[in-house]
């Protein structure tokens, strides 16, 4: 009798296996393929006097690329103090553990408990009429088991699942890296440049002071009216409020760099902007590069792939699951018997349950998560066509300002020239005091721009570099 029941057993054991496994060939969880997106990446920039080859900048080290040493040391102290950067770090060791719980899917459920149950009969029930003792207790130590096979992939899709949002904050934090120093370099540039302002202005200040006196002597000598005075008593009143505006923007700037490295504001010892040169040389490399090299292009395709494996889940949870539940332990009604061998039981239960009516839930979540993955797609190809254009942004402002450069200084000196020109005619009473006056706006307005120019042409090149993911290795 006992060979008949186990034979049935195994035939229904086998049955099941057999059915399972026939299903598997309906559905099996796919491999993620990226995308091809040749289309997308081949004219990415618009680079039709710069030829581009498989090296970029974005290769280079910052500690390469920022030559200035009160620079470099700032950008350290971003790297380990900023608060975005610590956040970051936060996510990713949030993900790591969830990655590890993903790993451990394949593993058994597996819980241990200690009961005490006390139950009371009723007299008046079937059996509390003929039991003289309607009170019993029950001691139990059960172990419980739980343990599903991975049929169709859900397991394995799962944990390609959390290993992808692991991945994609590792790239989040290395995104973070990349706008932190790039925004202490353009912060500490814009430093510099202000610091040249003031000194073009204080400069300006100490001329036009000397100038106030020059034309109240002309006045009293009868060359020039008491107009020509207020004139240049207002000229120099103005580059006092310009000084004034510049120091202003100085402090805020400082306090912002403060921020980026996670301390208190404070001011900041730095070099000059004439001292400023990066050497390196412009090299974009191909636009697929961006694919490997840029951070929130690399967390968009690791979004995308955990979408896709989501989608595998989602569709695997319509097919029959395979689940073996086990419990045993010790069982007895008396405390000090409770660990005698009598008191062992055990349960072994297979079952292959097919999800049928679940309210449309199994159904609904597979076209969320398919509508979910053709978003992560398009944002993929979004973030890839941004990232584009901003490398060719950076790149065009570069090669503007490099030439707008050239004319600002030859602005520069010829204003000069026409402000010395004009001071002497005015002296010797052969130029009206009104030219005076409007070349020393000219000129210090042409001197104001060619240190913003250097500053957006050292601006350019940071862009560029963030454009192209440099930074985070």
């Known amino acids: 009798m006992k060979l008949i029941i186990k034979h049935r057993n195994f035939r229904k054991a086998t049955l099941m296996l057999v059915i399972a496994f026939t299903l598997q060939s309906c559905f099996v969880a796919k491999d993620y393929v990226r995308p091809n997106i040749d289309t997308e990446t081949e004219a990415l920039y618009r680079t039709e006097n710069l030829p581009t080859d498989s090296v970029s900048i974005a290769d280079v080290s910052w500690k ?19 608060m975005d950067v610590r956040i970051a770090l936060q996510q990713i060791i949030a993900a790591q553990a969830y990655a590890k719980q993903g790993k451990a899917g ?6 241990v408990g200690a009961n005490w149950t006390h139950q009371e ?12 003792n309607t009170s019993t207790d029950q001691f139990d130590v059960t172990a419980n088991l739980s343990w599903e096979a991975d ?30 120093i790039s925004s202490i370099a353009n912060t500490y540039y814009n430093l510099l440049a202000l610091d040249a302002q003031l000194k073009i202005t204080k400069e300006t200040i100490a001329t036009r002071d000397s100038s106030v006196t020059t034309i109240k002597a002309l006045k009293e000598a009868g060359q020039v009216t008491q107009i020509a005075v207020d004139q240049n008593i207002a000229q120099y009143n103005s580059a006092r409020a310009l000084q004034v505006d510049i120091e202003t923007a100085i402090f805020y700037t400082e306090n912002t760099l403060s921020i980026l490295l996670g301390k208190a504001p404070q001011y900041f010892e730095r070099s000059s902007l004439n001292l400023q040169n990066i050497k390196q040389d412009i090299v974009l490399g191909v636009p697929a590069t ?29 097919y029959p699951s395979l689940k073996l539940t086990a419990s045993g332990g010790f069982q007895s009604l008396e405390l000090d018997e409770l660990f005698n061998t009598n008191s062992l039981f055990a349960n072994i239960i297979g079952g292959l349950a097919q999800p049928l009516f679940n309210k449309r839930a199994l159904k609904t979540q597979k076209e969320v998560a398919i509508a979910q993955q053709e978003q992560a ?29 050239e004319f600002r200084k030859n602005e520069v000196e010829a204003l000069r020239t026409a402000e010395t020109n004009s001071e ?12 005076l006056l409007t070349a020393r ?17 050292l601006v350019a090149v940071v862009d560029l570099y963030e454009a192209l993911g440099g930074g985070w290795r």
Not at 121 to 132: A, I, M
Not at 443 to 452: P, R, S, V
């Open 64 to 82: 390469s690329l920022f030559t200035d040493q009160y620079l470099q040391q700032y950008i350290e102290e971003g790297l380990q103090n900023n």
């Open 106 to 111: 394949y593993l058994p459920s597996v819980n």
């Open 121 to 132: 009969l009723s007299k008046n029930t079937q059996f509390g009429e003929f039991l003289s």
């Open 151 to 180: 049929i169709w992939g859900k397991i394995r899709s799962n944990k390609r699942a959390t290993q992808a949002a692991y991945l994609q904050s590792v790239a989040g934090h290395q995104a973070v890296k990349t706008q932190l």
């Open 290 to 318: 961006l694919l490997s090299n840029r951070p929130d292009v690399m967390a968009a395709e690791y979004g995308l792939i955990q979408s896709f494996e989501l989608t595998n889940v989602a569709k695997s949870n319509l």
């Open 377 to 405: 797609l398009l944002e993929f190809k979004k973030t890839l066509l941004i990232a584009g254009s901003e490398v060719s942004n950076a790149l065009f402002t570069y090669e503007a300002e490099t030439k707008k450069f």
């Open 424 to 435: 002497e005619l005015l002296k010797n009473g052969y130029a009206n005091y009104l030219d």
């Open 441 to 457: 706006e000219r000129a210090l307005n042409a001197e104001l721009n060619i240190i913003d120019s250097k500053l957006q042409q």
